[in-house]
């Protein structure tokens, strides 16, 4: 089974800990890449053209340019238009929502509160993205 690369836009401390956490209370091994906001994203995707990641976790609130920012940009790069995005916020503004799902975002998730629902949140994606299938890159 091919390992694939997870990137994390966060600026939050506290969340990305709770993330990493819950990745290794599920057992999940992929290779995840944290940066801290949608400027610091795109360079880390134009520097990094060989790491295709699999799903971008991206929050909304963050500092330079902020997640729904960051997944414009993407959307107009025709080699990154289409990876996914799950965006995991705590921002319950109805236009955050209808703006993200205009863009194509696989999923808008409200951050959990608690440790534990942090777990069942990232065991949920993790079952979504492990159960599609997935092309190959042209150029790999």
Known sequence: MKKYSIL????????????????????????????????????????NANIYPI?????????????????????????????????????????DRKTAYELNIAGYILKPISNEEFVNVINSINNYWSMCEFPERDDK
């Open 8 to 47: 994390l836009v966060e600026d939050d401390e506290i969340d990305i800990i709770a993330i990493k956490k819950s990745f290794d209370k599920i057992g999940i091994d992929n290779d995840l890449h944290v940066v801290k906001n949608g400027e610091d994203a795109i360079e880390w995707l134009d520097n």
């Open 55 to 95: 799903v971008i976790l991206l929050d909304i609130n963050m500092p330079k340019m902020n997640g729904l920012e960051f997944a414009e940009e993407l959307r107009k790069k025709p080699e990154k238009s289409k990876t996914p995005i799950v965006i995991l916020t705590t921002s319950k503004n109805n236009d």
